[in-house]
């Protein structure tokens, strides 16, 4: 029986979801050999409006490219905390920045909060944070290996080798806080 695991990623825009999505499907299929979908639906407005990224890995084959039942659930904005909270499953892990969401709700799933936006400004870039989500996902589903995440970051940003080690490093911070809870 193949694995798969249903991802929602969500915010709004400007938080580097649709990227965070390419990066875990492009992990997937090229440097693992996995099979994955990416939906992805925002406002037109290029910042500030609710946005979603629906991300499917599977060891075998995907019969629909948009999350029926997901696994995890990623929001880094209130408006995408309330929009999935409730609805959670037993199974599905909701992770949710603390930093910028202070009004959660009870829910059938597991919840973690991680101060992610907090993590990206000690960085010293605000525009990683969907990079750390991305290293906490990874560690509580055990989808993907480390080094193929950090390949499809190289590959994402080889036009701008400045900020591959610093992703790089989102990444890790990421993957080492969702140890912790």
């Known amino acids: 029986m193949s694995k798969t695991c249903q991802i929602i990623l969500s915010g709004v825009g400007g938080q ?3 990227s965070s999505g390419t990066i875990l499907g492009e992990s997937a299929t090229i440097y693992e050999g996995k099979n ?3 939906v992805s639906s925002y406002g037109v407005e290029t910042r500030g409006t609710f946005t979603k990224s629906d991300v499917i890995i599977s060891d075998g084959d995907i ?6 039942k997901p696994d995890i659930v990623l929001a880094l904005a209130q ?5 999935y909270a409730a ?3 037993e199974d599905a892990v909701l992770i949710y920045d603390n930093s910028l969401i202070s009004d959660t709700k009870e829910s059938k799933g597991k919840q973690f909060g991680y101060p ?5 400004l000690k960085l010293g870039n605000i525009a990683v944070a969907n ?3 991305v290293g906490i996902i990874i560690q509580k589903t055990g989808i993907l290996k480390e080094e193929s995440v950090i390949e499809a970051i190289k590959d994402k940003f080889a036009h701008k080798p400045k900020v591959i080690d610093l992703n790089i490093e989102a990444l890790r ?9």
């Open 173 to 181: 911070k990421g993957i080492e806080i969702g140890m912790e809870v």
């Open 116 to 120: 992610i936006n907090d993590m990206a």
């Open 36 to 38: 994955a979908t990416l």
């Open 79 to 83: 408006v995408a905390y309330d929009k």
């Open 16 to 18: 580097g979801l649709v």
């Open 87 to 89: 609805d959670l499953s």
């Open 63 to 68: 019969s629909y490219p948009e999350v029926s």
């Open 131 to 133: 990079i750390i989500a």
